[in-house]
């Protein structure tokens, strides 16, 4: 259930409630040493600001900021490596769902900007109480003068405007808040957040992703995409035609063969996006995936964060692909280090590491049996993996924002392939839909890659 309140659009405004949060930061920071100290302990200032109730009022006052703010979050929470204190990574992992909804006002205020006085007259019912609330905009059920059910993005005035200060501002607080580890390159990350975030923010660019997509996925008739409806499309607002499949978790009860058929569908999907089309959907939430019962049809929802990857981005994943299954340690360094996992002179220790996960991230192509993504344990020794790396061996690099993307996108997909239960007959997949050829990337006024 969305939690109601009225957004901040102002950039000073914005900075205040930063600046608010700030002072409870040190609030909190100065009440754990005094607690320290009265139990005989000499506290740092990283045990004394690194406590649950700080991590929890940061997380708070990123999700009533909304934007800019919970995109730091969600991109900081996307690479499962533990850089974060676990209290401030789960709260970061809620924020999209968690996120405060706009008052009813403030939401007749954005329609009335964007279509104009009379805007009602276009509905015959405007449910708005949103049916969901994210980063930059929320969304509302309604339906047309004659008769065809919608689904309205409507966004979060103000959110456009502030991204750069907001994306600034929420890292300064990070750093000084010594929130983030040490060594840890941030500039990058706030780079991507900045970029993706101007992207998400025109509605007109989602749905052109949208109009993309519909046509790479062509006559497969598994998959289904709403259409858009251009006349109540703009900067600020994309009306769609609603699907109403059910949630697709809700096929972990359903036979074997539609699980698993459900499944593989999934997974070629993937693997077409990125070796074939060069266009990838890298939001893996589950919210983004239906499913029609009556016509066992997979809808795809949301492509805010459609990324296009070039040529030779898709190139050099194929070859660093083919040497963690077949090439030795050394084919596997250099073809990590052409697309930026590594470079050639990091640490010995750290590419060992990266030797071992990425042979470990392959482990389902190799073979001829289908994978029982259910019962294996694979998610759980990457975990374990990357753990020791970010730990044990205080490895604080990430890869390039790119793949980090994917990275979001293959353990979202894992995990929702292990929810169904699904078993996939990944390697004959991968040998037949991972040809080193050159990929079908559309035209593109944003490249991403």
């Not at 000499?42 to 800019?68: F, Q």
């Not at 703009?234 to 036979?255: C, H, K, N, V, W």
């Not at 805010?304 to 040529?311: L, N, V």
Request: aromatic share 6%.
């Amino acid at each position: 259930m969305t939690k109601e309140r009225r957004l901040t659009t102002s950039r000073a405004g914005r900075l205040s409630q930063l600046g608010r949060l700030a002072g409870s930061l040190a609030g909190g920071a100065i009440a754990e040493g005094a607690r320290q100290l009265a139990s005989g302990k000499r506290p740092s200032i990283g045990d004394m600001l690194l406590t649950p109730g700080n991590a929890h009022r940061l997380g708070e006052r990123l999700s009533e900021m909304r934007g800019a703010a919970m995109k730091v979050g969600q991109l900081l929470s996307m690479d499962d490596g533990h850089i974060l204190p676990p209290q401030l990574s789960q709260i970061l992992a809620r924020l999209r769902e968690d996120a405060h909804s706009m008052p009813l006002g403030q939401v007749a205020q954005v329609l009335e900007r964007e279509w104009g006085d009379h805007w009602q007259t276009r509905f015959k019912r405007f449910h708005f109480t949103p049916i969901a609330a994210a980063s930059i905009g929320q969304v509302h059920e309604a339906t047309l003068s004659d008769g065809q059910r919608v689904a309205i993005k409507v966004q979060y005035p103000g959110v456009r405007d502030s991204i750069d200060s907001d994306v600034d501002n929420v890292a300064t607080l990070l750093r000084l808040s010594r929130m983030l580890p040490e060594g840890l390159d941030l500039g990058p990350l706030l780079n991507e957040a900045k970029q993706q975030l101007h992207i998400e923010a025109d509605y007109r660019q989602e749905a052109d992703a949208l109009n993309r997509y519909r046509e790479l996925v062509g006559d497969d008739t598994r998959f289904e995409l709403p259409g858009v409806f251009d006349e109540l499309t703009s900067q600020a607002t994309l009306t769609m035609q609603f699907l109403d499949g059910q949630p697709i978790e809700s096929l972990r009860e359903a036979s074997p063969e539609q699980r698993n058929a459900t499944g593989g569908a999934l997974l070629e999907l993937a693997l077409r996006e990125v070796f074939h089309w060069g266009t990838v959907q890298t939001d893996p939430n589950f919210a983004n995936f239906r499913y029609a019962a009556d016509t066992r049809r997979i809808q795809l929802l949301d492509f805010g964060a459609t990324r296009d990857y070039p040529p030779h981005t898709v190139a050099g994943l194929q070859q660093l692909l083919a040497a963690s299954l077949d090439g030795s340690d050394s084919d596997v360094l250099r073809a990590a280090a052409r697309i930026g996992y590594i470079a050639l002179d990091d640490p010995e220790a750290y590419q060992r590491s990266i030797v071992v996960l990425l042979r470990m991230v392959t482990e389902p192509i190799h073979g001829g049996e289908d994978y029982a993504f259910g019962t294996s344990d694979l998610a759980q020794r990457i975990t374990d993996q990357v753990l020791q790396m970010r730990t044990r061996e205080r490895f604080t690099r990430l890869p390039p924002p790119p793949v980090l993307f994917l990275h979001r996108k293959l353990g979202g997909l894992y995990l929702l392939l292990s929810t169904l239960r699904a078993r996939v007959p990944v390697a004959e997949l991968a040998q037949r839909l991972i040809a080193p050829e050159p990929p079908q990337v559309p035209q593109t006024a944003n490249p991403t890659a």
